[in-house]
T-cell receptor, first 114, second 113 residues
Framework: EAGVVQSPRYKIIEKKQPVAFWCNPI?????LYWYLQNLGQGPELLIR????????DSQLPKDRFSAERLKGVDSTLKIQPAELGDSAVYLC????????????FGPGTRLTVT | DQQVKQNSPSLSVQEGRISILNCDYT??????FLWYKKYPAEGPTFLIS?????DKNEDGRFTVFLNKSAKHLSLHIVPSQPGDSAVYFC????????????FGTGTRLQVTL
């Protein structure tokens, strides 16, 4: 069974540029999460989807971050414009459905903003 | 406000010995706890979990202990193997809050030969 797929794995951009990350969850998983992980910290939730609905985006900085999960399968997270402080690893995770406690993570995208 | 704390940033253990990783939490509403292992350039991998109705859960070489009164849990790895060298994250959630996980800052375990 394929795991959570993320691309790109690494991205280097200049500040003020836009950037997008893509995630394809495990087949059949209805719940999808985007996390931010800063160096030396644990992952922090940005947004959670149940199918195509964003049910928890309280931690998403909506002035520059946006996300979508069209058709309830793969998802895109966008930053526009990027700032130096956005340099981090962006992790996508999925789980079979609401109430399922264990989450399965992709390898992440390491973003460097210069 | 760090609700889940892993106060030891690193731990070094000899191969074959026991590794004990600790985690403390402050939110008494947490009732489900998980441990994840992370290798460099990979995402966290689920390792083992425990519900607050238990005080111990075992899976092969890995055992998690929960002390609710102390708001403390620990992960024991016996015997430790070089392949266990990784960063271990403790995470907590509240059942019914749709699996929102709160992570600790991680402990880097190095198993030496």
């Amino acid at each position: 069974e394929a795991g959570v797929v993320q691309s790109p794995r690494y991205k280097i951009i200049e500040k003020k540029q836009p950037v997008a990350f893509w995630c394809n969850p495990i087949s059949g998983h209805n719940t999808l999460y985007w996390y931010l992980q800063n160096l030396g910290q644990g992952p922090e939730l940005l947004i959670r989807y149940e199918n195509e609905e964003a049910v928890d985006d309280s931690q998403l900085p909506k002035d520059r971050f946006s996300a979508e999960r069209l058709k309830g399968v793969d998802s895109t997270l966008k930053i526009q414009p990027a700032e130096l402080g956005d340099s981090a690893v962006y992790l996508c995770a999925s789980s079979p459905g609401q109430g399922w406690q264990e989450q399965y993570f992709g390898p992440g995208t390491r973003l460097t903003v210069t | 406000d760090q609700q889940v704390k892993q106060n030891s940033p690193s731990l070094s253990v000899q191969e074959g010995r026991i590794s004990i990783l600790n985690c403390d939490y402050t939110n008494s509403m947490f009732d489900y706890f998980l441990w994840y292992k992370k290798y460099p350039a990979e995402g966290p991998t689920f390792l083992i979990s425990i519900s607050s109705i238990k005080d111990k859960n075992e899976d092969g070489r890995f055992t998690v202990f929960l002390n609710k009164s102390a708001k403390h849990l620990s992960l024991h790895i016996v015997p430790s193997q070089p392949g266990d060298s990784a960063v271990y994250f403790c995470a907590a959630s509240i059942t019914g809050t749709a699996s929102k996980l709160t992570f600790g800052t991680g402990t880097r375990l190095q198993v030496t030969l």
